[in-house]
């Protein structure tokens, strides 16, 4: 992998802290550092949650097409992350523990691996370092030790809690904050400030917590806000590159985050050079979250029979610091376009003969530590100017603050481009999918298929259907297709002409 900057258009990300952008420069130049904060592990991730890791994927990916190593964290909420962003209320997984008759620590090992699944199937890489809060406790008593001796705590019969006036500029990540989100911010009795919380909370003499541990404060567990501080710092160093999370966590856990990072430092530094922040994922009630009840899963799609990558797609059409709205008419467009782009590039691979570079891609791509960059010296080789012309506009767009809407109709663009030989637009479609994540090199149309639950379909009966629709269209009889296709379509199938497979299950996502 390069350690110089790499060529091409300059990479620039929009700062949090600054509302600007800026070009892009790790610290290190040989390597760039990512923290991402990760799931509280107490229930099943919503579709709104799982935006923000393809968001953050598609960072990871930019930064490596781009000529970077990087080294990402994500972290696992175990422990701490009360039933508001704002400090208040009990503990998430207490609270889903006694509710399923199990121990956190199972419900936490459960929902983990649920987690790491749907990562999996929407193609987002998996993270250098998973690292998980209730491994590192005492890191997390260490640092509260610290910030206590430098004078920028104070301890209450609840709990140590962190004096929000003893750091520089605290809030400036949330700019103005509104009045009703400081309103959420719990009130305590004895706390100097209403902004002011909890770096360790004491466990109720009347009550014993499933996960507490003894530290100078009392027997009790961390505030949420600390674990991101300590394990931040601990695998990636006191200021990195880029910190990542939803803009939920921009008005409250992050300028937490930010503050007890300047106390332990002694700094004005955040922690990162970059803070950035994807939008929310909106249904048509609002922004979604767990706590209505009956959320969207990333299962819930596939029950649907909507393949998953349907839903990488669509959270790729729209730009990150945009809200994206969810809803049936658009998960069903990304769904037909990943079809339709798929159908394209089957044909494209059945023509091309000799795709030997391919194997030297997949090899590369599944050797630990091979270079993103050396993928891309295969598969851009030789090719011809008008190829590498469209290549530097997908490479304008990615730079420009992961403009990916930009970038997606390139791909588009270069299969379609008949003066290019098969093998050329496979070549930019590898380049390109290098950034996108959608695995159109190694996707089947058949994967495509995902039969909802519920359906039962009589595949043989179909196939009469089919045939008989194809012989209507050949005589012309236009009303008797559209007859037929229109009886699928009640059986859940969706047509789609031109396509050499013929076929897909699909039931209304309405």
Known sequence: MSHTAPAGQPLVLFNSVTRATETFAPIDPAMAKLYSCG???????????????????????VINWKGWNATHVINITDVGHLTSDADEGDDKMEIAARAAAK???????????????????????????????????????????????????????????????????YGRL????????????????????????????????????????????????????????????????????????GIDHREIHHCNEIAQNQAFTGTAKTGANI??????????????????GGFATLQSLVDRGVHPLAYRLLCLSAHYRSELEFSPD?????????KRLL??????????????????????GMTKGASLVYQRSVLEQGLPADAVALIARFDEAISGDLMIPQALPLIEEAVAKKAWSPDIRLRLVATFDLVLGLGLLTLDRAD??????????????????????????????????DAIRDALATQGIELMDGDPLRWEWRVSLG
């Open 330 to 338: 658009n998960l069903g467009a990304a769904l037909t376009r990943l």
């Open 103 to 169: 121990t956190i620590w199972e419900v936490a090992a459960f929902y983990t691996d649920a987690f790491k699944n749907d990562i999996a199937r929407l193609g987002i890489l998996q993270p250098t370092i998973w690292s998980v809060a209730t491994d590192h406790i005492q890191d997390m008593i260490a640092f509260g030790r610290q910030i206590a001796d430098a004078g920028a705590t104070y301890e209450l019969d609840s709990g140590l809690y962190f004096d929000v006036t003893k750091v520089p500029d």
């Open 448 to 481: 495509l298929r995902v039969r909802p639950v519920g359906v039962e379909i009589d595949e043989a009966d179909v196939e009469v259907q089919l045939a008989e629709r194809q012989a209507a269209r050949a005589e012309k009889d236009f009303a008797r297709s």
């Open 275 to 292: 803070w950035m922040h994807n939008n929310f994922l909106v249904d048509r009630g609002g922004k979604m979250s767990k706590s209505k």
């Open 39 to 61: 799931p509280t592990v107490y229930n099943f991730a919503h579709l709104g949650n799982l935006r923000a890791y393809v968001f953050t994927d598609t960072l990871r990916r």
């Open 174 to 245: 949330a700019g103005a904050r509104p009045d009703e989100t400081v309103g959420r911010i719990e009130t305590v009795e004895g706390k100097r400030n209403t902004a002011d919380f909890a770096i360790w909370r004491k466990s109720p003499d009347d009550s014993t917590r499933q996960m507490e541990w003894a530290s100078p404060w009392g027997v009790g567990a961390p505030g949420w806000h600390l674990e991101c501080s300590v394990m931040s710092m601990k695998y990636l160093g006191e200021q990195f590159d880029i910190h990542t999370g």
């Open 343 to 364: 159908i394209s590039v089957v044909q494209l691979r059945d023509k091309a003969g000799d795709l030997s570079w391919m194997r030297v891609v997949a090899d590369a």
